[in-house]
């Protein structure tokens, strides 16, 4: 079954893509690849040559229409030259990267800064070079990037062209208006910056941690494939050796008194009869195997994924009954579960946790009813701290404390992927997890798991298939 080996080959996986992703991020490399940028850059050069077009040929409005051309056509060219050196795969080198960004600031601070500078109301494309440097590379290299387009920001308040307009309506703003302006240019920049930094470093730990798991459990499913293929070698390799066996004999028979030859023979004969046996005792196995292994009551589920955990020195106590709730025979009768690798190391790593914790006493207590089954696993722990409480089940929720707070255990670190893929592969389940602590926060956690029990219940007719 999976167990605490399996927790370190998980974390020993994710380990592997953190390093990999680190490596993506790193002043060495990162996410951006070249193509993603010059398709974004020809949306700006269209736009851009868009817009000044319809502002001086179409409304008649003043501004120094060659330079801001010249400008764009400097991006285009930059374009042009990145694609016929690099092909559009290419994963841009991180210094690359920035200076591509920083570029982009600065193309689009000389355009505002010919056509009104801040009052410009395009002005607010600045944050966009941010964004992208937030989402796709090393966190150092957008904060510079992020001064740089604040900086702009700051000059353009103060030095720029007029705002292309008519000429006897040209708008007018005060000191007030273009503070606010920048201000609303700043705070976009670091929120939005922020925001999709986050949202790509959630994204990524959540991948890396269920790619870990899932190549864990995928290793699980084919070690419990060997039975089958113990079962078709027993099958494949009976027929050579029947052949092997009964041409031996009839060598034996012709042998004409040569001792030595007919020992050789007599051992072929018997090793060969001993694979027959060997053979046969595995396909007897794997018989019994898929009848008595493969499914399981919810007690022996329990007790199964509970075992790693007795020698910890902590009571663990297994209560199972009908809930009172049951109103049928039916109901009241113990179901009977198909095994689930992803089931067992749910339970397993939620008692462990629970074990871990608990200063003397861990109980389980499993009900079941004609609709649900119900596991409550509660200890006599410390609880849950409120402030985390919402928190657990995301990656790097490694403690039931919060950093900072004096621990109860030495061993209290480590990368948080236990309960998150626990609760995920529970969920996959059918199960319903809820977490609270008991009246007192010092008195201990409960965990309370809830199926519905057609959803878990191996069908009746394979019972006794």
């Given at each position: 079954?999976?167990?605490?080996?399996t927790?370190?080959d998980?974390?020993?996986?994710f380990?592997i893509?953190?390093?990999a992703?680190?490596?993506l991020?790193s002043?060495?490399?990162?996410h951006l690849?070249?193509g993603t940028i010059?398709?974004?850059?020809?949306?700006?050069v269209i736009?851009?040559?868009a817009?000044?077009c319809?502002?001086?040929f179409?409304?008649?409005?003043?501004?120094p229409?060659?330079?801001?051309?010249?400008l764009?056509?400097?991006?285009?060219?930059l374009?042009?030259?990145?694609?016929l050196?690099?092909?559009?795969s290419?994963?841009?080198i991180?210094s690359y990267?920035?200076l591509?960004?920083g570029f982009d600031?600065?193309n689009l601070?000389?355009?505002?800064y010919?056509?009104?500078?801040?009052?410009?109301?395009?002005?607010?494309?600045?944050?966009?070079?941010?964004t992208?440097?937030?989402s796709?590379?090393y966190?150092?290299?957008?904060?510079q990037?992020?001064?740089?387009?604040?900086?702009c920001a700051?000059?353009?308040?103060f030095f720029?062209?007029?705002l292309p307009?008519y000429?006897?309506?040209?708008?007018?703003?005060?000191?007030?208006y273009?503070i606010?302006?920048?201000f609303s240019?700043?705070?976009?920049?670091?929120?939005?910056?922020?925001?999709?930094?986050r949202?790509?470093?959630?994204?990524?730990?959540?991948?890396?941690?269920?790619?870990?798991?899932?190549?864990v459990l995928a290793r699980?499913?084919?070690?419990t494939?060997l039975?089958?293929?113990a079962?078709?070698?027993?099958h494949?390799?009976g027929?050579?050796?029947s052949t092997?066996i009964?041409?031996?004999k009839?060598?034996?028979t012709?042998?004409d008194?040569?001792?030595?030859?007919?020992?050789?023979?007599?051992?072929?004969t018997?090793q060969?009869e001993?694979?027959?046996?060997i053979?046969?005792?595995?396909?007897?196995k794997?018989g019994?195997?898929?009848l008595?292994h493969?499914?399981?009551?919810?007690e022996?589920m329990?007790?199964e994924?509970v075992?790693?955990y007795r020698?910890?020195?902590?009571?663990?106590t297994i209560n199972?009954?009908?809930?009172p709730d049951?109103k049928?025979?039916?109901?009241?009768?113990?179901?009977?579960?198909?095994r689930?690798s992803g089931?067992?190391?749910?339970?397993?790593?939620?008692?462990?946790?629970?074990?871990?914790?608990?200063?003397?006493q861990?109980?389980i207590?499993?009900?079941?009813?004609e609709?649900?089954i119900k596991?409550?696993i509660s200890d006599?722990?410390?609880?849950?701290a409120?402030?985390?409480?919402?928190?657990?089940?995301?990656?790097?929720?490694?403690?039931?404390?919060?950093?900072g707070?004096e621990?109860?255990h030495?061993?209290e670190?480590g990368?948080?992927?236990g309960f998150?893929i626990?609760?995920t592969l529970?969920?996959?389940?059918?199960?319903?997890l809820?977490?609270?602590?008991?009246?007192?926060?010092?008195?201990g956690?409960?965990?309370?798991?809830?199926?519905r029990?057609?959803s878990?219940?191996?069908?009746?007719?394979?019972w006794?298939?």
């Open positions: 079954m999976l167990n605490k080996s927790d370190l998980i974390e020993r996986n380990n893509s953190r390093q992703r680190e490596s991020v002043p060495g490399r990162s690849r070249l010059t398709r974004l850059r020809w949306f700006a736009g851009q040559t817009t000044i319809i502002l001086y179409g409304l008649g409005f003043v501004f229409v060659g330079w801001c051309l010249s764009v056509a400097l991006s285009a060219w374009n042009i030259i990145l694609r050196i690099y092909p559009s290419y994963r841009l991180a990267a920035a591509i960004l600031i600065w601070t000389a355009l505002l010919l056509t009104g500078g801040l009052q410009n109301p395009f002005s607010f494309l600045l944050l966009v070079p941010v992208i440097s937030a796709t590379q966190p150092r290299i957008t904060i990037l992020g001064i740089l387009a604040i900086g700051t000059l353009l308040a720029h062209f007029p307009w000429a006897d309506h040209r708008p007018q703003s005060n000191e007030v273009l606010g302006l920048w240019v700043v705070i976009g920049i670091t929120f939005m910056a922020f925001y999709a930094w949202i790509s470093r959630e994204t990524q730990d959540m991948s890396n941690a269920l790619a870990a798991a899932e190549l699980e499913q084919k070690l494939a039975d089958g293929l079962a078709a070698a027993a494949e390799l027929t050579p050796l092997i009964l041409i031996a009839e060598l034996r012709q042998c008194g040569r001792k030595e030859t007919a020992a050789d023979l007599d051992l072929m018997s060969a001993r694979c027959q046996k053979l046969s005792t595995l396909s007897q794997r019994e195997t898929d008595i493969n499914q399981l009551t919810i022996e329990i007790n994924a075992e790693p020698s910890f020195g902590k009571g663990i199972t009954s009908p809930s049951a049928t025979d039916e109901g009241r009768l113990e179901p009977i579960l198909e689930n089931l067992l190391y749910g339970i397993g790593n939620i008692v462990e946790n629970a074990v871990d914790f608990a200063y003397s861990v109980v207590d499993a009900s079941w009813d609709n649900y596991i409550i006599n722990g410390p609880g849950f409120m402030e985390i409480l919402d928190l657990l089940g995301e990656p790097y929720i490694s403690s039931r404390h919060p950093p707070r621990q109860p030495e061993k670190t990368l948080g992927l998150f626990a609760k529970l969920e996959r389940s059918g199960a319903t809820k977490l609270k602590n008991t009246a007192s926060p010092k008195t956690a409960i965990i309370t798991l809830v199926w029990r057609e878990i219940q191996a069908k009746p007719a394979e006794f298939a």
